[in-house]
């Protein structure tokens, strides 16, 4: 994962007249990097479809078939891209839809699959996508413990060679447990903040199915790994 968490340029700013669109074909247009695709969410659980519409866009701009656009290249379209989730139904929903899928979709669909943490342990993708779907509150504080887990998180982390991209709710990410415990575990959520959130370059705005979607890349320092 040392690729995907390489140092990256830019500062903190906004880019507010930047489509969404133009916010994921940057993240396939970098050559490597860490991405933070944050949405205002709050009523998932053990699945999202938001994210999954999100997942279908980030592929569909990949392969510049979505607004027009051109395309971003053969390397990028062409590299090894994974999903990971926390929730098998998560994963089984997007093996439907791409089971499901025809057209132009089948094909920019056609050969990534979504598994859960423990299924992509001693695997690794060029790109991988992470889906955290849940953005309930309620299902965050009675499973914190679960979600808190940072052996998960940093298996799920450290699949990528050069590409990271977290999807995450702001409930997640700004999640405080109760138990000591499980707060000392989400460093790792708190270091994604502080690296895309905080420090970071928004890349740009919008909404996908009506709630709002921001892009971040990630500001690290030289020798700064997020696992």
């Known amino acids: ?23 994921f074909r940057a ?8 991405f933070l695709v944050l949405h205002n969410s709050t009523q998932d659980g053990k699945r999202s479809p938001l994210e999954l519409r999100i997942i279908e866009r980030l592929l569909a701009e ?31 929903d997007w093996q439907g839809m791409v089971a499901g899928a025809k057209g ?35 299902t965050l504080s009675a499973n914190e ?14 699949r990528a060679v050069k590409r990271l991209v977290v999807i995450c709710s702001k409930q997640l990410l700004d999640f ?3 138990r000591a415990e499980a707060y000392d575990s989400m460093l790792l959520w708190r270091k994604l ?9 928004l890349l740009g705005t919008g909404t996908v199915g009506g709630v709002d979607v921001s892009v971040f890349q990630g500001r690290l320092g030289e020798g700064d790994v997020i696992v």
Request: charge should be neutral; glycine fraction near 14%.
């Open 1 to 23: 994962a040392a690729a995907a968490a390489a140092a990256v340029g830019g500062s903190r700013g906004s880019a507010p007249g930047v489509l969404l669109g133009e916010a």
């Open 27 to 34: 993240v396939w247009r970098a050559p490597e990097g860490l």
């Open 62 to 92: 990949r392969h510049g078939v979505a607004d027009g656009g051109a395309g971003v290249g053969v390397g990028a379209s062409t590299e090894s891209v994974g999903i990971i989730s926390p929730h098998k139904l998560q994963c089984a």
């Open 104 to 138: 132009v979709e089948a094909a920019f669909m056609k050969g990534v699959e979504a598994r859960t943490v423990d299924g992509y342990q001693g695997q690794q993708a060029a790109s991988i996508i992470f889906s955290s779907t849940v953005s309930d509150l309620a």
């Open 145 to 158: 413990a679960f979600y808190s887990s940072a052996h998960r998180v940093t298996v799920a982390f450290s």
């Open 176 to 178: 405080l447990p109760v």
């Open 193 to 201: 903040r502080a690296m895309c959130k905080d420090a970071g370059l």
